[in-house]
């Protein structure tokens, strides 16, 4: 039907779909080690970026066991945002795939069941909801501070510095304080397992083609996921179990989350609603937001001009203001512009990812197949030169200075690094909240520069495409230095850190 309209794409094989093309096409365009900041697309997804420029921005491809089709022409992403849940939703392998990692929470489900969800949790989201977290981020964010600044005094002002751990730590923090009600140290098993369960998934996803079949096989990766997944659930339901004997009345969020999932449920299934929207934002809440820091924080070290016009904001706006509240977070025009335009560079998740529940789906002038899997490549979107201008790919957060709606960027849907249409990411404002106290903190105390044994790397686990981020997973690694910049007589040292 889609070929019928004119939708071209590599010829696939019947067992096999295009995964051994995708293969060769690896081997085929690798590119050097040393990359340029933002030259990655060809490096993650060489498959994809040769495919776009053979067939256009729209084409059709396969792994095997499902059809993609792959659109990134501005009318058509703009029209996936007029279809409910119910008629173009999350794909259905989603919830087996990655029922370990998200169970059955609002991230994998679709129609009434994801309006229910969202009821419940989104208002736990809101703006006012969010001003009375800031001080949890605070409170999360003091250690890190004291931590770095000992270990920089510690070494006559300047060290180097690995910080991916402390930054993914931090978040994780501050999701269990704001949406659970207690400390990273009490929640650190559960976020080590899934981290691990999210290792042991991406590795599982290089079984591509046959990969459907492949995951119920009773090998020792799969005894591994399920072991993993049990543990988790164990651990959430103590925790839901703790909730219930000693109420926080400033823990909405797991209330709203318990309470709801006794709206006419057996056991087992308020249990199983408990598991999954808990592993949802357990997982998404902090891993998304972590990825960011870190690239805000290399992208600075690279761009000293901007990082010094960010420094003096934060200093101004920070300063006899203990704690940090909504009003000084509005101030931080600079750091907010840092921040859109990591997200515009490095959107934490690569794709989004929607299937044809219904007949009916139409997207510009493309009628698409109930089953089709609608794959919308962000990084593309997002340094489409057509949509952005000449300079997509370079860092220049003016291009953010009226906002959003009026970036510098042709059509606006093509900046969509918390989704687009009804299934935007309800944490967004907890996201930009965090990253603005977190960015202003550090900048305060700290300035950063590239390590002398930085290498730019990006690693692709999984040749489907439904791989998170470069940087959320376990194999990808971001070295850059850090130095302190500001001590308590305002000295600057030189000296470069390492993360």
């Keep these: 039907m889609l070929r019928k309209q004119g939708i071209r794409g590599p010829k696939p094989t019947l067992l096999y779909g295009n995964t051994r093309e995708m293969k060769r096409i690896q081997q085929e365009l690798k590119v050097s080690h040393k990359q340029g900041t933002n030259n990655y697309i060809s490096t993650l997804f060489p498959h994809l970026f040769l495919w776009r420029e053979t067939y256009g921005p729209v084409f059709l491809y396969s792994t095997g066991a499902m059809e993609i089709l792959q659109v990134s022409h501005p009318d058509m992403v703009k029209d996936l ?9 999350k794909p259905t392998y989603l919830k087996k795939s990655r029922k370990a990692l998200f169970g059955g929470g609002l991230f994998t489900v679709n129609g009434d069941e994801w309006a229910y969800q969202r009821k419940i949790i989104a208002p736990e989201f809101f703006v006012e909801k969010i001003k009375g977290m800031i001080q949890l981020i605070e409170d999360a964010t ?24 402390y930054l993914r730590n931090l978040s994780a923090d501050v999701i269990a304080r704001a949406c659970f009600g207690s400390s990273f140290t009490k ?25 459907a079949l492949w995951k119920y096989l009773p090998t020792k990766s799969n005894q591994e996921i399920r ?67 870190i690239w805000c924080l290399m992208l600075l070290a690279t761009h000293p001009e901007w990082q010094e016009r960010a420094r003096a904001e934060a200093m101004e706006v920070c300063r006899g ?55 919308v490549p962000r990084l593309m979107l997002h340094l489409d030169k057509d949509a952005w201008g000449a300079d997509a790919d370079e860092f220049r957060p003016e291009r953010f200075a009226n906002g959003v709606a ?69 194999t990808a690694r971001l070295d850059f230095s850090t130095y302190k910049c500001v001590d308590s007589n305002q000295r600057k040292c030189t000296t470069p850190l390492f993360i």
């Design 406 to 474: 009026a970036a510098a960027c042709r059509a606006a849907h093509m900046y969509v690094p918390f989704g687009h249409g009804p299934r935007t990411c309800i944490g967004q404002n907890l996201a930009m909240v965090e990253l603005k106290v977190v960015l202003a903190r550090l900048l305060s105390k700290f300035a950063f520069s590239p390590s002398p044994t930085y290498r730019h790397l990006f690693i692709q686990l999984g040749l489907d495409g439904r791989f998170i981020s470069a940087l959320s997973t376990q």
């Design 321 to 375: 203001r203990t704690p940090l509240d909504g009003d000084a977070l509005r101030r931080l025009k600079i750091v907010t512009m840092v921040i859109q335009e990591t997200l515009q560079l490095y959107p934490p998740a690569s794709m989004m990812m929607r299937e044809a529940l219904t007949d009916d789906v139409r997207l510009g002038d493309v009628d698409v197949p109930r089953g089709t899997i609608v794959q």
């Design 187 to 211: 929640g650190e098993e559960i976020f080590c397992k899934l981290r691990q369960l999210q290792k042991a998934i991406a590795q599982q996803d290089a079984f591509v083609g046959l990969s």
């Design 142 to 165: 003091g250690p890190v501070l004291e931590a770095w600044e000992c270990m920089i005094d510690d070494s006559g002002g300047c060290r180097e510095i690995v910080v991916d751990d």
């Design 227 to 293: 072991t993993l997944d049990e543990q988790v659930r164990l651990l959430i339901l103590e925790v839901a179990k703790e909730h219930r004997h000693h109420q926080d009345p400033h823990n909405g969020l797991l209330s709203a989350i318990i309470d709801g999932a006794q709206d006419g449920r057996s056991a087992a299934e308020a249990e199983d609603f408990i598991v999954g929207n808990c592993k949802t934002i357990y997982f998404g809440g902090h891993e998304s937001t972590a990825v960011t820091a």
């Design 81 to 89: 945002g007029r279809w409910t849940p119910s008629e173009l939703g």
